[in-house]
């Protein structure tokens, strides 16, 4: 099965100006996905129209502008170049932020599988979303003044940092959708996650993760080329839970180490869950190809690893990416990471 391709933008400048250059060249599909996606014009924009809603906005834009004055910078840039109101472009970047919306369930995506041994040091990903998305992503080149130089996939009128990415300090990560219960307004997950493209080790991903206030949560897998090592950092508005990967390990859309915090777990996250620690726990190879497998398994019909939108599960993965620390090397796989490997775009880290 061959996904649509990804858009390429190459960007550089001030934060302005690297946000104005993904605007423009993603106007096409900010317009699209904003016109069509039903949790924003049905769910996001009708509470921020009441006077609850506008008060939320206006303390999520004051806290995240006081913490993140260059990340507001970068939106308006989104925002003119996109020619999209601001208002729109800030709301979706708060998407994580309004789950908590009356009827305001969306599709939860993405799954991680990690290997690390003596043989391998490998960060598998499935970026799942909105199937109103496929075509519409885009891989971000960028080269920010004074910041390091970093390469993300972008969703359409989104900062950089909610899928998957690298920078030039050899800091490569994916991110997991998680959904807690107890949002709150505070700093929002797109800005955490925007932030950790700048990160220039573990210990300072670790630190722009974990800042006091946050807003809701995601559940990141970070690796470090120079240091050889992979994390499994799982946030929550209000904890957090750090764990060195060793061996082989799984994540989908719910959190498995903080289990105290109540969540929602949808039924595809745990099948995924179970289906990759039962390809793993039988001996799969426990090199890339094995990483490839369990990413790309559809042996449950009505949830697979490897989605494809349906009434039960309305997900689908977009991509497949795998980084390869020892090679310094990202593969990025647009059709079926083992049917259709030919279909892949490769970067050196």
Request: hydrophobic share 35%; glycine share 6%.
């Amino acid at each position: 099965m061959q996904l649509k391709p990804l858009v390429h933008c190459d960007a550089a400048g001030s934060h302005y100006e690297i946000g104005f250059a993904m605007g423009r060249c993603m106007a096409e599909q900010i317009h699209q996905f904003l016109n069509e996606y039903t949790f924003f014009q049905q769910n996001i924009l009708p509470y921020h129209r009441t006077v609850v809603g506008q008060s939320r906005y206006q303390q999520l834009l004051e806290i995240n502008r006081d913490r993140y004055p260059e990340y507001l910078v970068e939106l308006e840039g989104l925002s003119q170049g996109a020619e999209r109101p601001f208002e729109d472009i800030f709301l979706i970047n708060m998407r994580g932020e309004y789950q908590d919306c009356p009827e305001a369930p969306d599709a939860r995506g993405c799954s991680d599988c990690v290997i690390v041994t003596e043989e391998a040091a490998l960060i598998g990903h499935n970026e799942d979303g909105s199937p109103l998305l496929e075509g519409r992503l885009a891989l971000v080149r960028a080269r920010v003044e004074g910041k390091p130089a970093f390469t993300a996939l972008a969703y359409p009128g989104f900062l950089c940092g909610n899928a998957f990415g690298f920078n030039s300090q050899g800091i490569c990560f994916s991110v997991d959708n998680v959904h807690p219960k107890n949002h709150r307004v505070g700093v929002s997950r797109q800005f955490l996650a925007r932030s950790l493209l700048e990160a220039s080790s573990l210990q300072d991903a670790i630190a722009k993760l974990t800042v006091p206030g946050r807003a809701s949560g995601f559940s990141y897998t970070i690796g470090s080329i120079a240091e050889r090592r992979v994390i499994q950092i799982e946030v929550a508005p209000e904890s957090h839970h750090i764990r060195e990967i060793q061996g082989f390990s799984f994540h989908a859309n719910h959190y498995q180490e903080l289990t105290e915090v109540d969540q929602v777990i949808e039924p595809s996250s745990q099948m995924r869950v179970e289906r990759a620690n039962s390809l793993l726990q039988d001996n799969l190879s426990l090199k890339a190809k094995g990483i490839l497998t369990v990413l790309g398994d559809r042996a449950n019909d009505q949830y697979p690893i490897h989605r494809k939108a349906t009434q039960r599960d309305p997900a689908t993965t977009f991509c497949t990416s795998l980084f390869d620390l020892d090679a310094r090397l990202l593969q990025i796989y647009t059709g079926h990471p083992i049917d259709d490997p030919e279909e892949c775009i490769s970067f050196q880290l």
